[in-house]
């Protein structure tokens, strides 16, 4: 069965930097994209970065130069380094993994089969 297991979340002041882990189990995820996604209260799950089968990294354009996606696919275990973080990054970080297939559809949360249970990132001074 495969698991995604988050952590690294926390309260951190605006400006800050905070590192999201996930850790992948039950499966070799080399064949898969990886991607993050948040969901703030009253708004949709939204996506944030992805990492494909093949090594590329998307951004969502409100994260674009603040945010880092990485992968060490010894550990299967993907990163989201989160620097200058802004009140409105406020949310539950969501791990998810698909078989990696087509890139034009990677943001959408609707084509990714497994998701982790999530990790709160809260930005405020």
């Known amino acids: 069965q495969v698991q995604l297991v988050e952590s690294g979340g926390g309260l951190v002041q605006p400006g800050g930097s905070l590192r999201l882990s996930c850790v992948a189990s039950g499966r070799t995820f080399s064949s898969y994209d990886m991607g993050w996604f948040r969901q703030a209260p009253g708004k949709e799950r939204e996506f944030v970065a992805a990492?494909?089968?093949?090594?590329?990294?998307y951004y969502a354009d409100s994260v674009k130069g603040r945010f880092t996606i990485s992968g060490d696919n010894a550990k299967n275990t993907v990163f989201l380094q989160m620097n200058s973080l802004k009140p409105e990054d406020t949310a539950v970080y969501y791990c998810?993994?698909?078989?990696?297939?087509?890139?034009?559809?990677?943001?959408?949360?609707?084509?990714?089969?497994?998701w982790g249970q999530g990790t709160q990132v809260t930005v405020s001074s």
């Open positions: 990492t494909s089968w093949s090594l590329t990294s």
């Open positions: 998810a993994a698909r078989v990696g297939r087509n890139v034009w559809l990677i943001r959408f949360p609707r084509e990714y089969e497994y």
